[in-house]
C-alpha cells in the first residue's frame, strides 16, 4: 500500500512538472517572438525611410560558421520556431539515428546539441526524449560515468553522459527514482575501496542532481535498499563531489519539516558522524581536508539540538577527536581536528549565548560539564605537553637574517581552543590552567615567537580574560605563576636594546604593553593590597611605570593636538582618523586595545614623520613636533616668552604702535580697522 500510494504522488509530481515546464517553454516562446517581432518592425521602418537602407543588393549570401555559443543560444532563443525547414532537416537529423540498426547511446553523444536539446526542445523530439528515458538508454550513460576510463581514451561521449545525467532532466530523474536497477547501477560504485576521484565526482555530481529533485524517492531508495551506502561513501570523501553531495543533502533537510528531521535521524543513525570521525585516522590523511570541511558545514547547518550535532558533541565523539589529535605521527590529524573542534565550541558559545538557560552554573564540576567543555579541560595536560612541542614546527629567518621557530596550524588550533574553552566561564577551566601551569607555558611561548602575532594575540585574549573578570585571588595566582611585571619589563628592556642596535622593534611590545597598562590600572585602582604589593615590587617596575605614563600623556597631548588642526587637502585624511589610528595601535588602557585591527605604531610615529606630519597640517616648514604641539597647548616657544592675546590684537609683534586693547575691542571702541 505504502509504495501504491508512493507511485500514485510520484506521477502527480509529474504531471504537474510537466504542465509547469510546457507553460513555461510556452510564454518563452511567446516573449521571444513577441520581441523579434518588434524588432523587426523597427528594421523595416528604418528600411523605408533610410534610401541607403532600402537599396538592393544581390551579392552571393555568406552563411557564417555557427560556433557553440551561437547554437546554445539559438536553441534557447526558440528562433528556430520561425524556420520550418531547420526545424524538419534538425528532426531528420535525429531521427535518421534513430533508425539506425543497433543503435547505441555513443553515436548521439558525438554532436554537443544533444545536452541543450534534450535539456530545451525535449518536448518538440518526442522519439528523441523517449529514447533516453528507456532504462536501456540510461543503464549505458550510467554506464559511461562509472566504468574505469583507459589511458588516451576520448572522453568525449563520458561528459555528455555526466551533463545529460546531472542536468535535472525531470523524464530521465523520474525514471532513475522509479528504476531500482538504475539507482544500484549509482550506488554499486561506492563498494569498490579502490578511490577514483573522476569517476566518484561524476557519479556524486548525478546522485544530488537526482536527490535534489526527487528527494524524497531517492532516501526512500536509500534507506530501504542501500542503507550501507553511507560509509561506502565517506571511504571515497577525498573526492570533493562526495563532500558536495553530503552537504547538499544535509542543508536540504535541516529545513525539511518533519521528513527533514526524519532524514536526518536516520543518517545519524547510520554512524555518519563517527564514520567521518574516523577517517581522522593518519593512515586516511588524504581525506582530511574535506573530512573537517564537511564536519564544519554539519555545523554551520544545523542546530545544537539537531541529531547530527547531538552525535557529534557527544561524549564518544569528543573523545574520539582528542584520540587522533595526539596520536603518533598523525601531524595532519593535529593540524585539522582543531580547526573542527573549535568550530563546534564556537557553535556552543552561540548556542548558550541565544539561550541563557541552558548554561549550566558557572561553579559547576568537572565531571558534570557539557562534553564539549570537558574534554579540552581533562586533556589539559596533553594539550600543553603539544604546545611546547608541536609536531609541525619548522625552523624559519626573519627580516633581521636571524633563525626563528614556526608557530605552526597546531599550537595556533590548541591556543584558540584553549580561549574559546576559558570564554565559556566555568571556573573549574581556570582552575585547570592553573593548576597545569599554563600561565608561565604561554608566557614562554610569547618569548619562544617573538614573530607570531597569531601567538601574541591569543595569548594576549587568554590573559585578558582571565585578568578582568576573575575575581583578585584567581588574579594572584595568574601573576604569580606566569611573572607578568618581571616579564613585560624585561621585553621593554629586550625592545630598547634592539632599537638602539638598528634593529626592527619586537612585534609582541603592543601587547607587553597593554599587559603593562592592566599591571598600572591595577596600582591605580587599588584593587588589592598583594597584587599592588607584587607589582610594585618588582625590580625596575617604576622607571616601567613612569614610561608607561609617559606614553599615555604623550598620546593624550597628540590626540588633542592633532583634535584642533584642520585637516589639510594633501597628505593625512583628517586629524581624527590619525587619532584613531594611533590610538588603536598604542592604547591609552589597554583594557579596550584590539590586537586584530591594524594601526600606526608609536616606532612609526616618532621623530621625522610626526614632524613632517604636524608641519603638513600646520602649514609651517622647518618647526618640530615639540615647537608645534607646545604652542597649540599655549606653552612658550623657545626663543623666548609667549605673546599675549593683547599683543597680538595690538600687532606689537613688529613694534608698530599701540593698537586696540582687547577690552577695547570688546566694548566696541576699537575704531576702523
Not at 539540538?305 to 577527536?321: D, F, G, I, N
Not at 552561540?350 to 586533556?379: F, G, M, N, S
Not at 594572584?476 to 625592545?495: A, F, G, H, R, Y
Amino acid at each position: 500500500m505504502q509504495l501504491a500510494a508512493l507511485d500514485q504522488e510520484m506521477e502527480e509530481d509529474r504531471k504537474r512538472q510537466r504542465e509547469k515546464e510546457e507553460a513555461e517553454w510556452e510564454a518563452r516562446i511567446k516573449q521571444q517572438r513577441e520581441s523579434f517581432t518588434a524588432t523587426l518592425d523597427d528594421i523595416m521602418g528604418d528600411m523605408e525611410t533610410s534610401p541607403s537602407l532600402s537599396t538592393p543588393t544581390y551579392e552571393s549570401p555568406v552563411v557564417p560558421v555557427e560556433d557553440e555559443h551561437t547554437k546554445i543560444s539559438r536553441l534557447l532563443s526558440g528562433e528556430d520556431e520561425g524556420n520550418t525547414y531547420a526545424q524538419q532537416e534538425d528532426y531528420s537529423y535525429w531521427k535518421e539515428i534513430l533508425s539506425r540498426p543497433g543503435v547505441t547511446v555513443e553515436a548521439f553523444l558525438e554532436e554537443d546539441r544533444i545536452v541543450d536539446v534534450l535539456k530545451y526542445k525535449r518536448y518538440e523530439y518526442r522519439e528523441l526524449l523517449d529514447y533516453f528515458t528507456d532504462v536501456d538508454t540510461i543503464t549505458q550513460l550510467i554506464q559511461l560515468i562509472t566504468l574505469p576510463i583507459e589511458d588516451g581514451q576520448d572522453v568525449t561521449a563520458n561528459a555528455y553522459a555526466l551533463e545529460i545525467l546531472s542536468s535535472g532532466i525531470p523524464e530521465i530523474d523520474t525514471k532513475i527514482v522509479r528504476t531500482p536497477s538504475l539507482l544500484e547501477g549509482l550506488f554499486a560504485f561506492w563498494k569498490d575501496f579502490e578511490v577514483n576521484h573522476l569517476l566518484a565526482n561524476a557519479v556524486a555530481k548525478v546522485m544530488k542532481s537526482v536527490c535534489t529533485a526527487k528527494e524524497k524517492e531517492f532516501v526512500y531508495f536509500m534507506r530501504t535498499k542501500n542503507p550501507d551506502c553511507v560509509g561506502d561513501m565517506i571511504r571515497h570523501i577525498s573526492a570533493g563531489g562526495v563532500l558536495t553531495f553530503w552537504g547538499t543533502f544535509i542543508r536540504q533537510n535541516e529545513n525539511g519539516g518533519k521528513v527533514g528531521t526524519q532524514n536526518l535521524n536516520w543518517l545519524a543513525s547510520t554512524g555518519f558522524i563517527e564514520k567521518l570521525l574516523d577517517t581522522f585516522t593518519g593512515s586516511m590523511f588524504e581525506t582530511h581536508s574535506n573530512t573537517a570541511d564537511l564536519l564544519m558545514e554539519v555545523i554551520d547547518s544545523s542546530t545544537w539540538e539537531s541529531p547530527l550535532m547531538q552525535r557529534l558533541s557527544s561524549q564518544q565523539s569528543c573523545t574520539r577527536m582528542f584520540d587522533y589529535l595526539f596520536e603518533a605521527g598523525n601531524v595532519s590529524g593535529s593540524r585539522y581536528v582543531p580547526r573542527v573542534y573549535n568550530h563546534l565550541l564556537a557553535a556552543y558559545t552561540r548556542y548558550i549565548q541565544e539561550k541563557p538557560e541552558k548554561r549550566l552554573p558557572l561553579d559547576t564540576p568537572l565531571e558534570r560539564l557539557p562534553p564539549v567543555i570537558k574534554e579540552p579541560t581533562t586533556a589539559m595536560a596533553d594539550i600543553i605537553l603539544y604546545l611546547k612541542t608541536a609536531p609541525d614546527e619548522k625552523l624559519m629567518m626573519d627580516r633581521n637574517r636571524r633563525q626563528h621557530r614556526s608557530f605552526g596550524f597546531c599550537r595556533y588550533g590548541l591556543l584558540d581552543m584553549i580561549d574559546l574553552v576559558v570564554s565559556s566561564e566555568y571556573y573549574v577551566v581556570v582552575d585547570t590552567l592553573l593548576y597545569v601551569n599554563f600561565f608561565a607555558v604561554a608566557m614562554d611561548l610569547l618569548f619562544s615567537f617573538e614573530h607570531s602575532t597569531f601567538c601574541h594575540r591569543l595569548v594576549y585574549a587568554i590573559f585578558h580574560f582571565c585578568l578582568t573578570t576573575q575575581p583578585a585571588d584567581i588574579i594572584m595566582k595568574v601573576l604569580t605563576s606566569s611573572n607578568i611585571p618581571m616579564e613585560v619589563i624585561s621585553l621593554e628592556q629586550q625592545n630598547a636594546d634592539l632599537l638602539a642596535q638598528g634593529d626592527s622593534p619586537l612585534q609582541i611590545i603592543p601587547y607587553a604593553r597593554n599587559l603593562g597598562f592592566l599591571l598600572l590600572g591595577y596600582v591605580q585602582s587599588d584593587v588589592g593590597s598583594d597584587i599592588v604589593s607584587l607589582i610594585t615590587g618588582t625590580a625596575g617596575w617604576d622607571e616601567y611605570a613612569e614610561k608607561l605614563v609617559a606614553l599615555q600623556a604623550a598620546d593624550e597631548a597628540r590626540r588633542n593636538a592633532l583634535s584642533n588642526m584642520e585637516p589639510s587637502s594633501g597628505g593625512l585624511q583628517s586629524s581624527v582618523d590619525f587619532t584613531q589610528a594611533t590610538v588603536s595601535s598604542e592604547g591609552s588602557s589597554g583594557i579596550d586595545y584590539n590586537p586584530e585591527e591594524e594601526g600606526v605604531n608609536f616606532e612609526d610615529i616618532k621623530g621625522e614623520n610626526l614632524d613632517d606630519m604636524l608641519a603638513d597640517l600646520s602649514g609651517q616648514e622647518g618647526s618640530s613636533s615639540v615647537d608645534d604641539i607646545d604652542k597649540l597647548l599655549g606653552g612658550a616657544p623657545p626663543e623666548g616668552e609667549g605673546l599675549s592675546l593683547d599683543d597680538i590684537i595690538g600687532d606689537e609683534v613688529d613694534g608698530a604702535g599701540d593698537g586696540p586693547s582687547l577690552d577695547d575691542i570688546l566694548a566696541g571702541e576699537a575704531g576702523e580697522p
